[in-house]
């Protein structure tokens, strides 16, 4: 089992910044290879926003490339998405998953973009 703790979520002007943070523990973080960000806005089906591999292979959506960047340290477990540019349309409920195809969801963040 691999449990997922999100953090970093808010509320942030346009073209603001937030960066979202997830830890990862349990019996099989050690066999983690996927992790990532996804999210879901209101009255829309849920969404990659981006992975990374753990050899640092990062796979975006076109609709936040150039604007979010996503990292990851192993040896702690983590995964952060530094989100700059935000647009109301980023306003969503952003999940940290493990795996591809997804294994494992954390609970959720809200990040809200308005002004």
């Known amino acids: 089992q691999v449990q997922l703790v999100e953090s970093g979520g808010g509320l942030v002007q346009p073209g603001g910044s937030l960066r979202l943070s997830c830890a990862a523990s349990?019996?099989?973080?050690?066999?983690?290879?996927?992790m990532g960000w996804y999210r879901q806005a209101p009255g829309k089906e849920r969404e990659l926003v981006a992975d990374i591999t753990n050899s640092g292979n990062t796979n975006y959506a076109d609709s936040v490339k150039g604007r979010f960047t996503i990292s990851r340290d192993n040896a702690k477990n983590t995964v952060a998405l530094q989100m700059n540019s935000l647009k109301p349309e980023d306003t969503a409920v952003y999940y940290c998953?493990?795996?591809?195809?997804?294994?494992?969801w954390g609970q959720g963040t809200q990040v809200t973009v308005s002004s």
């Open positions: 998953v493990v795996g591809r195809p997804i294994e494992y």
């Open positions: 349990g019996r099989r973080v050690f066999s983690i290879n996927v």
